[in-house]
């Protein structure tokens, strides 16, 4: 009895975790953080065009009009049309959730691959570490769009062997933070406590570790979101990612390369898209850090 | 009749250091080396000594939480060296350990529900239905009160959360608990509340203490043998009241002239070592005290003194590592200052 009105009065009187809290706080700080919040805006805007764009354009993205070619921007195709007569707007509108696709899955498989590499290589040590580490170094010694070029060139150009290529130069990146973070948080007295527990790697790894070294990897992971759009539009630039007649933006850009000095609207578009979405993420994941570090005053 | 819980055989923790382009051995730090001593079902050792004598590295070693070099840790009749992984985790519900630091020692981001349950989980103490009468057992028996089950470490202070450190030793019901310097960190007045707290429930539980310290006042306070380490070696070994009463290492000595006496008036001689307590990367030779004790000659150079013990002038138990504890007893051999 006494126990079931103990149980009852801890429901209700149950103090916030400091998981939540914690982002309160981190939300206050990013609040006062003018381009971080700019760069936040700018992703949200893009996330919602990405999701109700597509209903909204009036045309449609592969739509051709050969009376209409080349148009410059006007009232009816507000970014004006390509050499097929195709409204570049619309096709950018449809072509923001393909970025972002790309984006978030290649970052989403290289954090995740990044973080088990890093883990196993900070908790375990020794001879995994030195083994994982050292091939982590080979990647990292390509430049990225290096390696991402040769992954693409041996698997083929398309949209998942772009992702997969963006996710593993991402890999190396990952690794190495969470190497480091697991590093310092291994040597907590609370992962000795539960040590001395009995606990096994795993519980401690996933219980333990893992929760408290999330921010720089949430960080890092929004940085490199931009990195990954810009290098898969890159790839798709080559005419290695995402082929014609599919809206990928650095598609566009490549075709409009070629009518780049009369009209220079075809290019510029999408070129402009790429660079809006990358300081995006690039203002909103600097923000994030200082906002995550504990050391900045809120 | 006392049995002897934990036999430790000449334990060694050496941490090699690394250097060179590959990584290569160069040389060790011999946090430990070769100490030898063993404890009593029931009782309270005390391990004492300034930084870096190796008193934490000994109940880490013990614990294996850090391997140890070699040596030999006997528990309860089993070696626990010998032991695999599987059965090390399963042998260490019997052998807790509370820690130095209140503020680092619990996860952050559990509640003191989930750190209660994780411990009784990991042990598969109780089924889980009985684990909640268990839980609000324990923070009673630790002092706190069943509205703490749902809060988070950083709602309670230094010494509240250090008795939730307690708890969770206490949550699989262990034979021996080591302290690693567990009041440390804590204010006076509640270092007092928690070491009270530690000897009840030794009393009520039958508890065995590893107490680790650098303060002398707790450890006269809570212990029944006292064990005095420098740079790695034991120095000497004895019941508190010979420890405190009749010294007989030069070492010992020198650390308690360093107590402080509540008394502004009174005149203590207090013995001040000249110089560093050397690298435990290159030990002294011979008695590792030589370079510093006032007694020290040819012989303390070179001849490794063991522990021993002389019945005219020490107690049963009591045991120094001196060549020359009786010469200075009967002041044949005078402090050179």
Known sequence: MAETSVKTQQAETKPPSPQLENMKKVYKKLKKNKTAMVGGILILFFIIVSIIGPVLTPFDPDAQDYTNRLASPNADNWFGTDHHGRDIFTRIIHGTSITLYIGFSSVLLGSVAGTVIGIVSGYYGKKIDAILMRSMDVLLAFPGILLALAIVSILGGSLQNVIIAVAVFSIPVFARIVRGSTLAVKKLEYVDAVRALGASDFRIIFRHILPNIMSPIIVQATLRMATAILAASGLSFLGLGAQPPTPEWGAILSQGRNYMWDDPHYALFPGLAIVVVVLAFNLFGDGLRDALDPKTKG | ?337
Do not use: W
């Open chain 2, 1 to 337: 009749m006392t049995t002897e819980l934990l036999q430790v055989h000449n334990l060694k923790q050496y941490f090699p250091i690394k250097g060179g382009i590959f990584g290569r051995k160069i040389n060790d730090v011999k946090a430990v080396d070769d100490i030898t001593f063993a404890i009593n079902e029931g009782e309270t050792l005390s391990i004492v000594g300034e930084s870096g004598c190796g008193k934490s590295t000994t109940g880490r070693a013990i614990l294996r939480l850090d391997e140890p070099t070699s040596g030999e840790v006997t528990f309860d009749g089993e070696d626990l060296l010998s032991l695999n992984k599987k059965e090390m985790q399963k042998k260490r519900k019997d052998l807790q350990i509370i820690f130095q630091d209140p503020y680092a020692s619990i996860n952050p981001r559990q509640t003191v529900r989930q750190v209660l349950n994780e411990a009784m989980e990991i042990q598969n103490v109780l089924p889980k239905e009985e684990r909640y009468d268990r839980m609000i057992e324990l923070l009673e028996t630790v002092g706190l009160g069943p509205d703490k089950l749902d809060r988070f470490p950083h709602e309670f202070s230094g010494g509240q959360r250090q008795r939730i450190g307690i708890a969770r030793a206490l949550a699989v019901d262990p034979k021996m608990i080591v302290c690693d310097e567990s009041v440390s960190a804590l204010d006076v007045s509640v270092q007092a509340q928690v070491l009270n707290l530690l000897q009840k429930l030794q009393k009520d539980l039958n508890l065995t203490y590893l107490f680790i310290s650098h303060d002398l006042g707790v450890v006269r306070h809570i212990s029944d043998r006292v064990l005095v380490m420098y740079l790695g070696k034991i120095v000497e070994i004895a019941d508190k009241k010979s420890l405190f009463d009749n010294p007989k290492h030069p070492y010992t000595k020198t650390l308690l002239s360093a107590i402080p006496v509540p008394d502004p008036n009174a005149k203590k001689e207090q013995i001040v070592l000249k110089g560093d307590v050397p690298s435990p990367i290159d030990p002294p030779t011979g008695c590792r005290f030589h370079t510093r004790c006032p007694f020290a000659t040819d012989r303390c150079k070179e001849e490794v003194p063991e522990l021993r013990q002389n019945e005219n002038l020490m107690g049963e138990q009591h045991q120094a590592a001196c060549h020359y504890i009786e010469e200075i007893e009967s002041g044949e051999m005078q402090p050179k200052y």
